[in-house]
């Protein structure tokens, strides 16, 4: 009866701390963090390294951030260097893990809309201190992958 009871209580204090855990990870609230890393354009092919991104929770919207680029070009021959926002993309959090995505999102330069280059097929994970995303702008298959940038 001794071991019995020795292992419920077990049972129930492994559960109670499975149970905080869990309610832990779920507390997870996006803020503004800066991240930096490659982007790959797949094809063409085009790499470029030191890319900050900016994920911007939305104040007004919740579940919805924004991503910019900084200083970004995405081909050898694009001289200048912009910075592009990719606005009101929605999130979800599940056990510790921030996803995010969308179909038909037009990004922006400076506030100005780039229809040709409507985000599609957007997939992507803040994972601890990373981020990855993959999305086509327009027809051009996209990457990112960075790390959290420590001020």
Do not use: H, W
């Amino acid at each position: 009866m001794k071991k019995f009871l020795f292992g419920l209580m077990t049972a129930v204090a492994v559960l109670s701390a499975c149970a905080k855990d869990d309610k832990d990870v779920q507390n997870i609230t996006v803020e503004k963090t800066t991240y930096v890393g490659e982007v790959t354009v797949v094809e063409p092919y085009y790499v470029k390294s030191d890319v900050k991104v900016n994920v911007v929770p939305s104040a007004e919207t919740e579940g919805v951030l924004d991503i910019e680029m900084i200083r970004v070009n995405f081909a050898e021959a694009m001289r200048a260097e912009i910075d592009l926002t990719i606005p009101a993309v929605p999130y979800t959090v599940k056990d510790g893990v921030v996803s995010f995505g969308g179909e038909g999102i037009i990004p922006t330069v400076r506030g100005n809309e780039f229809p040709q280059f409507t985000v599609t097929g957007m997939t992507g994970t803040i994972k601890g201190d990373k981020i990855d995303f993959s999305l086509n702008f327009g027809t051009y298959p996209t990457k990112y992958a960075g790390t959290v940038v420590s001020e």
